[in-house]
C-alpha cells in the first residue's frame, strides 16, 4: 500500500463531512497524512486527527468573487500546490485529487504523477470559469488515474460510460466520521440555537439542513406542516437567505452551524427533509441530482431519524428500500402531509431501520482497496 498520502482539496474541508472522514480513515490505515487547502482554521486544526499535517496553499476559497478575481486565484493556487508537492513527492506517495474544482486548480500536470480522482459530483467536463470556458480534459485524467472514486453505485456506472473506463469506479460512501453525538446531545457551538432548541422541547421538529436554492425547493414542507397539528414544526437550518419562508408561523429559521456541531441540532429531529431536483446549465450534470448520495442519510440515520424525500433514485433506493422513511411521488403540500403523517403513525419502524442501514458500511476495506499499490 502507498503510505505518503498528499490529499488535496481547494475549497474547505469543514464543509465537506466525507473528506473528514476519508482522511480520518487513511489515518487509521497507518499512511502519512498531508491535506492541501486555501482554508485552514482553528476549527479544521481541532477536528483533524493530529497527526495530519496541514498546509495552507492560498487565500480561502469564495464562490462569490468575480471570474477574472477566480482566475488569478487559480494560478497563485496551482503554483503554491505544486511548489509543495514537487518538494515532498517520492516513490511512495499518492495524490489523492478531491473534486472538480481541485482538478481545474491543478490541471493537466497531474499526468506526471501517482494520484486518485475522487469525484464529489457527476461531471462530465471541468471548465476553468463557470461551464462554457476552456478546462482540462478530465477524461484524460480519468483513465491515467490509479483510481477513480465516486459515491454512489449509480454514478461509478455513470461515469465508467461516460469516460469510456475499463474499470468501474470505487464507491466510498458519503457517510462522516464517527462523531460520538447522540439523540438530542447538548448544544455546545451557539447560543441562540441552544436556546431555540430548549424553547422547542415539546415540539416534533421537521427539520431541513443545508442550501435552499432551485434543486432543493422546500417551501411545499413549510406549507404542508402549517395545515398539520400545532405539535411539529419546521426548522430550516442554512446559510441561505429564504424571505420567502419567514410568512409561515411554524417555520423556524436557525444559522448555519459548520460540522460537525451542526449534527447536535440535528440529533433532535422528528424527521429529516431529503430534497433534490434536476438543474441545469451549471458544471454538474442533471443526473448529479437525481442520484444524489446526501450524507444527510447518514447524518439522520445515526440517530434513527426517519427522513422524507422526493421520488429520485438516489432516495428511492435508499431511505423508501430500505423502509427508513417515505418518497412522496409529488413535491406539493398534500404528499408531503401525507408522507409526515406516515412517519408518525409508523415511527417505531422507520426509526429501527434508520439505525440498521447507518450500521452497514465498508468505508475501511475500499479505502484500503485505493491505497494498493
Given at each position: 500500500m502507498f503510505k505518503k498520502i498528499i490529499l488535496i482539496q481547494v475549497d474547505s474541508i469543514l464543509g465537506y463531512p466525507p473528506t473528514m472522514?476519508?482522511?480520518?480513515?487513511?489515518?487509521?490505515?497507518?499512511?502519512?497524512?498531508?491535506?492541501l487547502t486555501t482554508v485552514v482554521n482553528n476549527q479544521?486544526?481541532?477536528?483533524?486527527?493530529?497527526?495530519?499535517?496541514?498546509?495552507?496553499?492560498?487565500?480561502?476559497?469564495?464562490y462569490n468573487t468575480s471570474p477574472i478575481t477566480?482566475?488569478?486565484?487559480?494560478?497563485?493556487?496551482?503554483?503554491?500546490?505544486?511548489?509543495?508537492i514537487d518538494s515532498h513527492y517520492g516513490?511512495?506517495?499518492l495524490l489523492w485529487v478531491m473534486s472538480n474544482i481541485t482538478i481545474k486548480h491543478m490541471g493537466m500536470k497531474l499526468l506526471k504523477y501517482r494520484y486518485n480522482l475522487h469525484l464529489f459530483?457527476?461531471?462530465?467536463?471541468?471548465?476553468?470559469?463557470?461551464?462554457?470556458?476552456?478546462?482540462?480534459?478530465?477524461?484524460?485524467?480519468?483513465?491515467?488515474?490509479?483510481?477513480?472514486?465516486?459515491?454512489?453505485?449509480?454514478?461509478?456506472?455513470?461515469?465508467?460510460?461516460?469516460?469510456?473506463?475499463?474499470?468501474?469506479?470505487?464507491?466510498?460512501?458519503?457517510?462522516?466520521?464517527?462523531?460520538?453525538?447522540?439523540?438530542?446531545?447538548?448544544?455546545?457551538?451557539?447560543?441562540?440555537?441552544?436556546k431555540v432548541i430548549a424553547e422547542l422541547k415539546d415540539k416534533k421538529i421537521i427539520l431541513y439542513q443545508g442550501v435552499v436554492d432551485v434543486e432543493r425547493p422546500i417551501e411545499s414542507i413549510a406549507k404542508a406542516v402549517e395545515e398539520l397539528d400545532d405539535s411539529l414544526v419546521f426548522m430550516v437550518m442554512t446559510g441561505s437567505k429564504c424571505e420567502h419562508l419567514k410568512k409561515y408561523r411554524k417555520t423556524i429559521?436557525?444559522?448555519?452551524?459548520?460540522?460537525?456541531?451542526?449534527?447536535e441540532v440535528t440529533s433532535h429531529a422528528?424527521?429529516?427533509?431529503?430534497?433534490?431536483?434536476?438543474?441545469?446549465g451549471t458544471f454538474t450534470s442533471p443526473l448529479n441530482s437525481i442520484y444524489c448520495a446526501p450524507n444527510k442519510i447518514y447524518e439522520f440515520s445515526q440517530f434513527g431519524i426517519p427522513m422524507i424525500g422526493n421520488d429520485i433514485p438516489g432516495l428511492r433506493y435508499t431511505v423508501e428500500y430500505n423502509r427508513m422513511g417515505v418518497c412522496v411521488p409529488k413535491m406539493n403540500t398534500k404528499y408531503f402531509a401525507q408522507a409526515i403523517q406516515n412517519i408518525a403513525d409508523n415511527y417505531n419502524t422507520f426509526s429501527s431501520n434508520a439505525v440498521k442501514f447507518n450500521q452497514n458500511d465498508n468505508k475501511s476495506e475500499v479505502v484500503r482497496l485505493a491505497l494498493k499499490k
Open positions: 472522514a476519508l482522511i480520518n480513515e487513511l489515518v487509521n490505515a497507518a499512511t502519512e497524512v498531508t491535506v479544521l486544526i481541532e477536528v483533524l486527527p493530529k497527526s495530519v499535517i496541514i498546509q495552507k496553499v492560498g487565500k480561502d476559497y469564495t477566480k482566475l488569478k486565484d487559480l494560478f497563485v493556487v496551482r503554483k503554491n500546490i505544486w511548489s509543495y516513490d511512495d506517495t459530483e457527476l461531471v462530465d467536463k471541468v471548465a476553468y470559469i463557470g461551464s462554457h470556458t476552456m478546462g482540462v480534459d478530465i477524461v484524460k485524467l480519468a483513465h491515467a488515474a490509479h483510481k477513480v472514486i465516486v459515491c454512489e453505485y449509480n454514478r461509478a456506472q455513470i461515469t465508467q460510460a461516460w469516460f469510456k473506463l475499463k474499470e468501474l469506479p470505487l464507491i466510498i460512501s458519503n457517510k462522516p466520521m464517527p462523531n460520538g453525538f447522540h439523540r438530542q446531545s447538548e448544544i455546545t457551538r451557539s447560543e441562540s440555537a441552544k429559521m436557525m444559522p448555519y452551524i459548520a460540522a460537525p456541531y451542526h449534527l422528528f424527521v429529516g427533509i431529503l430534497i433534490y431536483t434536476p438543474v441545469y
